[in-house]
């Protein structure tokens, strides 16, 4: 296996692994267990495998293709210092595994927390493997997208919501800054490609767009390693189940931020910019942290805050831009995420074990668990940098590069001072945590008695710190060859000598060392009545809560703002939002139509007055259609039946034979369907309003004249400007001279429908079923008005009539009304019947087709009703509307799914010729079914649409009988059409 | 003729234009259906205007320039049949929405 191969396996292992653990059931610990263990364990293996090739500062590669129009390539790349980061993470992760199989109650759900950890493990390592910057932003994202849902895991806790949300927020921002700042620095190299990025280091930073650039990155950084003053969604984010703070919040994803930082200090790092942002917001944080941590009542907030302060002690190193600041830098985020995962797990064990996790309540558990405490004590002086351990070394680089002389005075003094009192804090709270949790009396008060947590429970705390002791104690032969390998490829070959060992003499850096260590002493013994007392939160800034400033901030933004906007330039209303449609639709076009347009040609040639005079029939129609719609309605709509038949005939005309058909025949059903709807509507009157709003009714109707009048104009003009021109090459001569060699059928607009483009005919006929299922469900819970519920006023009249005739019974008036026309449409039927089957049969060859055939019929049904009546109809006739749709659509989908079948694409067709006897040779083509499918479907569809309409009409007075609240209950019972 | 078609076009779009952003939902369907006569005569009139030559070619090889072109024609076919969908949707969306609402305005309520 080469080693790309492993690269891109170690990727992709763990995004398999979180899918098979999201399915997992529910109560399978041991399977998640397993599985996400041998993920971290193969990761760390293949790591442990490739360090030879990234040893001496080699680069491993494997490149993808992404996206080549854009240069942009999925680039896999390790080197000394992602393997560092890949170790980290796999390790750590592994133990964190193990941990989590005790610490998780049978109760959660665990295959959701594994597959979230195990997607966050995946992006990590996406993250610090990423060899392009825009791969490495998405990544970035996807931790802080896992990360929100870890810590929002126990998700019915609201503090676990507030958190994860803080936590999105504030990251998720961040990594849009990033995004831009890769964007910028992408421009500036011109390759998004790591390694052309990382070898550009002066073009980045002679650029004149190197400063937002640099803003924009240390945003993203500085957000997600919780630096000040961004620091506050950290200790939310203790919310989170501790195996997650423990990996995510400590170890790794709080490491990413100052991971870019080291990334990007080869390129970026040794301007004033850089020195004084980073250092200063460095050395807020670390000192910031450190103070806040001392007065943490929670385990978790405390170590969250002394994770705020070493994070920020690693910007401090980093902001410094010397190389050696910077071996420290990755020197101490190796040792952090050593002692201070160990210390989650130890504070996890405690909660785990006493039920509580704050250290008012906690003290003497040294008795009850030895071995833990042990443990946790070895940790914390890790933390607290106490010599021979891991975390003294680090701390001791850190003291001696702030104590080298600087040309700035104030520099000079702050650095060192600075230094020195954060790692006095850092011993004081972790005195704290130690005399506070397992010295003093027996604890009081606890919910359960503590005993030692099970052995494997510990182990992954017992690994972690044998690794403080044996790199504290003999770092020489333990980390410096990772090390080295790590800072080789970021400092390149000229790293100056650096030297690992535990005792370097009495110098200065020692003496910050011995003042910071005593001073955290005594501090804790001046300090130890206050604490005692349990105030929680430090003094002096207590009241400085970022999270009280961020509420804020958002509820400005997400509410104020927002509201404020809607209110501005929102509007329910319809009119305002089509206006503003129309005025876009119309000004647009009309802005290019002034500079693009050309001459226009005006010809009279070839006018003929027969069709002058039709068009001013149309003309006349439409705008008398328009100015009756609002008070006679029955007028308006035939009038635009006079413009439908009009457009008929044009098409008729123009050689458009098929569409004359259909044109016709769906203004036929139009009308009726309209004139079913027109019963439901309420009378209209003159209204009474006063004249100012008639004034202001009648400006508005003037301005919508105006744009009505300018869409027209704007409408003629192009439409003649196009008509007048020569037609370019197109597309058409290919359907008409192939219509009958490919498809078999002279009639190009059919062969065309069902043949050349059926895939969007069968598009077109799934809408027109979805529409029909829509327009019979929604008039299923059809509630009328209440003043049209009452018989209409014909009806009534001709009632009152029956009444009186002593020898008529009421409705004989209805049933008599029309009846030769309505036994001729009886009759009619069979005719109807026979003309759809010829408009379909012959559609392939001559005008007419499925849609058109499908039409006829259902105007044949539709025709029955009229005639005799909803109620007649529907006890003599069962049309299943729904069955004709699902047939016709199933139809359509088998010719297709057929010709894939025998290997053709997807909705190819067949056709040869039939010998039928007396009938003789027909073209059968298998676009026929296809059309066959196109007529059940319109059928079903027009049929299932008028029938729910026309049933409307007998529903009614049984509402109106059962008094006039109606209740759903009534009407949804009242089952419309038989329809199965 | 073209100019006869191209000014029917804009008298249709224009009645329709003005019958949208009027407040009734009968006044809407009816531009509705009047904008989608004078979209679907637009496209059409983009294949030219021809007379007499229908696209119903007989079999073996012909003259592509005899006939109509027949791309606007399988478009506009497609779109008389689902304009005569939307608007049975929107008629029965305008009935329940009187019934539910009690009025027949476009937003559901009077103005005031």
């Not at chain 1, 902001?319 to 101490?332: E, K, N, R």
């Not at chain 1, 914390?380 to 590069?401: C, I, Q, W």
């Not at chain 2, 531009?31 to 294949?47: C, D, E, P, Q, R």
Request: hydrophobic share 55%; aromatic share 10%.
């Amino acid at each position: 296996m080469t080693p790309s191969f492993l690269l891109t396996l170690a990727l992709l292992l763990p995004f398999g692994a979180a899918l098979v653990a999201a399915l997992l059931p529910q109560n399978a610990r041991n399977a998640e267990v397993w599985l996400a263990g041998t993920v971290a364990v193969a990761g760390l293996g293949i790591m442990i495998y490739l360090f030879p090739q990234v040893a001496h500062g080699g680069v491993v590669r494997q490149e993808i293709q992404w996206i080549p129009a854009l240069h942009l390539n999925l680039i896999l790349r390790l080197d000394g210092f992602s393997w560092l980061f890949g170790m980290l993470i796999t390790g750590v992760g592994f133990l964190v595994v193990l941990y989590a199989r005790y610490y998780m109650s049978p109760k959660d759900p665990v295959p959701r927390f594994f597959a979230f950890f195990l997607a966050f493990m995946g992006s990590m390592l996406g993250l610090v493997l990423s060899g392009n910057i825009i791969q490495l932003v998405i990544f970035w994202e996807l931790t802080s997208l896992t990360s929100f849902l870890l810590i929002g895991y126990w998700f019915h806790l609201a503090q676990a919501r507030d958190g994860a949300r803080m936590a999105l927020t504030v990251t998720g921002l961040g990594g849009l800054g990033l995004l831009i700042g890769m964007l910028i620095i992408g421009q500036i190299v011109g390759s998004y490609d790591l390694d052309v990025v990382l070898a550009s280091g002066d073009l980045i930073r002679e650029s004149s767009l190197y400063l937002p650039a640099l803003l924009l990155v240390l945003l993203g950084a500085l957000t997600k390693s919780a630096q000040f003053p961004f620091h506050f969604w950290l200790p939310h984010a203790m919310a989170a189940p501790t195996p997650v703070s423990a990996y995510l919040h400590s170890a790794t994803m709080v490491k990413a931020g100052v991971f870019l930082l080291v990334r990007f200090w080869p390129v970026m790092a040794g301007t004033d910019a850089w020195f004084w942002i980073v250092t200063c917001a460095g050395m807020a944080t670390l000192i910031f942290g450190a103070y806040a941590a001392i007065f943490q009542t929670d385990l978790k907030g405390l170590l969250a805050y002394s994770t705020i302060s070493h994070l920020g002690l690693i910007t401090t190193l980093l902001g410094m831009s010397t190389p050696l600041a910077t071996v420290a830098a990755i020197f101490h985020i190796a040792n952090h995420a050593t002692f201070k995962a160990s210390l989650f797990m130890a504070a996890g064990i405690i909660d785990h074990e006493t039920g509580t996790r704050d250290i008012r309540k906690l003290s003497g558990l040294f008795r009850f668990m030895p071995f833990t405490a042990t443990l946790a004590m070895v940790a914390s002086a890790a933390m607290a940098g106490v010599p021979l351990l891991n975390g003294f070394l680090s701390k001791e680089m850190f003291f001696a590069e702030t104590a080298e002389r600087d040309a700035n005075a104030f520099v000079n003094l702050a650095l060192p001072i600075g230094a020195t009192i954060g790692s006095m804090f850092a011993v004081v709270y972790s005195l704290r945590f130690v005399h506070g949790v397992f010295f003093g009396p027996k604890p009081e008060g606890l919910s359960k008695v503590p005993h030692e947590p099970p052995a494997l429970m510990r182990r992954p705390i017992e690994i972690l710190v044998l690794i403080c002791l044996v790199v504290g104690i003999i770092p020489g032969i333990t980390i410096a060859p990772y090390l080295a390998a790590a800072v080789v490829s970021v400092t390149g070959p000229d790293t100056p000598y650096y030297s690992l060992s535990v005792w370097h003499g009495f110098n200065f850096a020692l003496a910050m060392s011995a003042i910071a260590l005593v001073g955290g002493v005594l501090l804790y013994w001046a300090l130890y009545g206050y604490l005692a007392k349990g105030v929680d939160g430090p003094p002096l800034i207590r009241q400085l809560k970022g999270q009280r400033i961020f509420e804020r901030i958002m509820l400005t933004i997400t509410s104020k703002w927002a509201r404020r906007l809607e209110a501005r330039f929102g509007t329910r209303r319809l009119q305002p939002q089509l206006f503003m449609l129309f005025l876009l639709a119309v000004g647009l076009p009309a802005s290019l139509l002034v500079t693009r347009l050309g001459g226009i040609n005006l010809t009279i040639a070839g006018f003929d007055p027969a069709f002058a005079l039709l068009w001013a029939v149309g003309i006349v129609c439409a705008v008398a259609a328009a100015q009756q719609a609002k008070f006679h309605r029955l007028v308006s709509l035939v009038l635009l039946g006079g413009t439908g038949i009009v457009t008929c005939i044009t098409f008729v005309w123009f050689s458009a034979p098929d569409l004359a058909i259909t044109q016709l025949l769906v203004e036929i059903v139009t009308t009726v369907l309209i004139l079913l709807g027109l019963r439901w509507l309420p009378k209209r009157v003159e209204d009474m309003r006063d004249e100012a709003q008639l004034m202001k009714a009648r400006l508005r109707r003037y301005r919508d004249l105006v744009l009505a009048g300018l869409a027209g104009v704007g409408m003629t003009i192009i439409a003649y400007a196009v008509m007048t021109r020569q037609i370019p090459p197109g597309i058409s001569e290919y359907f008409l001279e192939n219509a009958y060699k490919l498809g078999g059928g002279t009639n190009v607009v059919n062969v065309m429908l069902v043949d050349f483009r059926a895939f969007d005919t069968l598009g077109e006929i799934t809408v027109l079923g979805i529409v029909a299922l829509t327009v019979f469900s929604t008039l299923r819970r059809f509630r009328p008005a209440r003043e049209s519920i009452a018989k209409p006023e014909q009806q009534r009249i001709q009632n009152e009539f029956d009444d009186r005739a002593p020898e008529r019974s009421e409705g004989d008036t209805v049933n008599e009304y029309l009846l030769i026309p309505s036994v001729i449409m009886n009759w009619m039927f069979p005719v109807i019947i026979v003309l759809a089957v010829h408009l379909f049969l012959r559609g392939h060859d001559q005008p007419g087709g499925g849609f058109a055939a499908g039409i006829v019929m259902s105007i044949g049904f539709i025709l029955q009703y009229m005639a005799g009546g909803t109620r007649w109809v529907e006890d003599r006739l069962r049309i299943l509307p729904v069955r004709w749709i699902g047939s016709g659509l199933l139809l359509a989908l088998l010719v297709g799914v057929a010709a894939q079948v025998v290997g053709y694409p997807f909705m190819t067709t067949a056709f040869q010729y039939v010998e039928i006897p007396y009938i003789g040779r027909v073209p059968l083509a298998s676009a026929l079914i296809f059309d066959l499918g196109v007529f059940s479907l319109v059928v079903g569809a027009t049929v299932l649409i008028l029938i729910a309409l026309a049933h409307q009409s007998i529903r009614s007075p049984k509402a109106a009988r059962n008094a006039a609240p109606i209740r759903e209950a009534e009407v949804s019972s009242d089952a419309p059409v038989e329809i199965r | 003729m073209e100019l006869v078609l191209a000014i029917g076009i804009g008298v249709l779009t224009s009645c329709g234009v003005f019958l949208m952003l009027r407040p009734r939902t009968f006044q809407v369907i009816i531009g509705l259906s009047l904008l989608s006569y004078a979209v679907n005569l637009f496209i059409f009139s983009m294949g030219r205007l021809k007379v007499g030559a229908a696209p119903v070619t007989a079999s073996g090889t012909i003259d592509p320039t005899q006939f109509a072109d027949p791309v606007p024609q399988a478009l506009v076919l497609t779109a008389i049949v689902i304009g005569f969908a939307m608007t049975a949707l929107f008629l029965v969306v305008l009935l329940a929405a009187r019934g539910v609402t009690g009025t027949d305005h476009v937003d559901g309520r009077e103005q005031r």
